[in-house]
């Protein structure tokens, strides 16, 4: 969040003298929360950043009431919380007197008042409700397909779901060029940038206004396009290294020597990644004697975890990782928001193929070989 300044104002003060009026004379955003049930409290106003709670201010609930004021230069979502409170109050902040009314018992069930920008975004989440809840019940009816080992549905069940995806992600491609002046649509974009191909990112992103190009989501965009264009099919891999389990540092180099690498970024907790290693393994045991090799990129944060994941699904090749979750280094350097996820590189280290999964790993692996 840029220049934000958060003066704390409680309901406490119920006269102030002058030099404290010409102080907040100079803030352009108030947000009055009216809470239900909190009594006395603390409130905090929090962002997530790369992954991570950041608080930004904290204030006090006095009799169900707690007011924030400060400084913003383009509009941003923030979050509520309440010490003590499980969930958050989330909320698009803009210039103006903003007012949010919730409950304890259920902070989800918010009025925003003052904000036409968090208006917009509710109205846009909305209408994608739909694709969600169709997602959620293809979800269920895969997990029945796969306890009755009923493989032919759960093809039919995975094609049905991207054919979901891709008009879930079409909506937002379009509703983001339509309104590239309005800050909703690039945080929109940002929030969901997995399930975009860098040349959707790179024409989405390229056509936001000048007026919003200062916000905090299109540079983040700006710079995960970049990012996924330097990491591209046909450009040469980018070195790292990690640790192995053993806590030895590994680097990316070290395997690349002659050889087809699978750089594969996956998780202990990943459910489809462990679903995916079974293939990764027959590939692997198939071709390793030719010439191809494996590097698993580990978005664990629990040793323990990783390394039993690792002897459980029988994954002989190099691992490394740096335990540090979604804020994985080797992730940021390949732009990496999702898993399972790889890149296969040739001997000479170039790119050559993205997110090979199932067969698609098999056929490429054979028609390399068979060369």
Known sequence: MKKITLIVLTAIIAVIGFSCQQQTEDHNFKIKAVIVGAGDNTAYLEQRVDGKWV???????????????????LPEFFYITINGIRGYIPVFVEEGEITVKTNVNNLRDIVVEGSSVHTEYNNFMKSLA????????????????????????MQQIEEEYMGLENKKSQSMLDYAKKNNESVV????????????????LDEVTSGFSNEIAE???VIFLQEKVATLKRVAV????????????????????AAVKGKYVLV??????CTPCRAENPNVVEAYNKYHDKGFDVVGVSFDKDHAKWVEAIEKDGLTWTHVSDLKYWSSAAGKLYGIQSIPQN????????????????????DKLAEIFSE
Do not use: H
Request: glycine share 6%.
């Open 55 to 73: 608080k930004l201010d904290s204030v006090d609930i006095l009799a169900d009431q707690a007011i924030f004021e400060g400084n913003i230069d």
């Open 130 to 153: 739909s694709f969600d809840q169709k997602a959620s019940k293809l979800g269920q009816l895969y997990q029945q397909a796969r306890t009755e080992g009923d493989n032919k549905a």
């Open 185 to 200: 649509a690039p945080f929109i974009i940002m929030n969901n940038s997995y399930m975009f191909e860098l040349d959707q």
């Open 215 to 217: 916000s905090d989501y």
């Open 234 to 253: 046909g450009q040469k891999y980018t070195d790292f290294t990690l640790d192995s389990p053993e806590g030895k540092p590994i680097a990316l180099s």
């Open 264 to 269: 594969d970024f996956w998780a202990s907790w």
């Open 343 to 362: 890149i296969l590189l040739n001997t000479e280290g170039i790119i050559i193929e993205k997110n090979l999964r199932g067969k698609a790993l098999q």
